[in-house]
T-cell receptor, first 114, second 112 residues
Framework: NAGVTQTPKFQVLKTGQSMTLQCAQD?????MSWYRQDPGMGLRLIHY???????DQGEVPNGYNVSRSTTEDFPLRLLSAAPSQTSVYFC?????????????FGPGTRLTVT | GENVEQHPSTLSVQEGDSAVIKCTYS??????FPWYKQELGKRPQLIID?????GEKKDQRIAVTLNKTAKHFSLHITETQPEDSAVYFC???????????FGTGTRLTVIP
């Protein structure tokens, strides 16, 4: 199993540009989520999904969209990038959407917005 | 939502000594408390977790304790080794969902 994969590893955007961060998992996990990690602030939940076709907002959803058309994929879209979105983005997945359990993280995408 | 506070932000110990990291949470409905280790430039990885129906859990040199009344939980690492050097995050999850609320992290340095 590849586990949780993310692309790209690094990205530089100009203010106002849009892009999609890709996340995929091959463990048949129902729950998937996106976190952003900023220095001194830990990881904060952006959006999450408890199964195909179902998404919901986390702590910091503004400026981001998600969709979940398949169990495997959970892309994160930045609609109009802002310097405040400079961060490291992690995708995570776990088997059960309702029972808290180990979350497996992807390798991360380091995004810089200039 | 849940608020998780973590202390200290940095911790240096001599190799072989013990390290303790403490976290508090605000929502009494939280029932799952994982600890993640993150090495520089890498992804967070689960090292130990505890559920609200248990007061303590051990895995070799690592242990976690939970005090639900006081709403705090702690990570204990004994006989520290240089490879334990990393950033450690505590987290809490409110019952019925798998969303994690993280502390701000503790940078542990083990001095050989």
């Amino acid at each position: 199993n590849a586990g949780v994969t993310q692309t790209p590893k690094f990205q530089v955007l100009k203010t106002g540009q849009s892009m999609t961060l890709q996340c995929a998992q091959d463990m048949n996990h129902e729950y998937m989520s996106w976190y952003r990690q900023d220095p001194g602030m830990g990881l904060r939940l952006i959006h999450y999904s408890v199964g195909a076709g179902i998404t919901d907002q986390g702590e910091v959803p503004n400026g981001y969209n998600v969709s979940r058309s398949t169990t495997e994929d959970f892309p994160l879209r930045l609609l109009s990038a802002a310097p405040s979105q400079t961060s490291v983005y992690f995708c995570a997945s776990s088997y059960s959407p309702a029972t808290p359990d180990e979350q497996y993280f992807g390798p991360g995408t380091r995004l810089t917005v200039t | 939502g849940e608020n998780v506070e973590q202390h200290p932000s940095t911790l240096s110990v001599q190799e072989g000594d013990s390290a303790v990291i403490k976290c508090t949470y605000s929502d009494s409905a939280s029932n799952y408390f994982p600890w993640y280790k993150q090495e520089l430039g890498k992804r967070p990885q689960l090292i130990i977790d505890i559920r609200s129906n248990v007061g303590e859990k051990k895995d070799q040199r690592i242990a976690v304790t939970l005090n639900k009344t006081a709403k705090h939980f702690s990570l204990h690492i004994t006989e520290t080794q240089p490879e334990d050097s990393a950033v450690y995050f505590c987290a809490a999850s409110i019952g019925g969902a798998n969303n994690l609320f993280f502390g701000t992290g503790t940078r542990l340095t083990v001095i050989p």
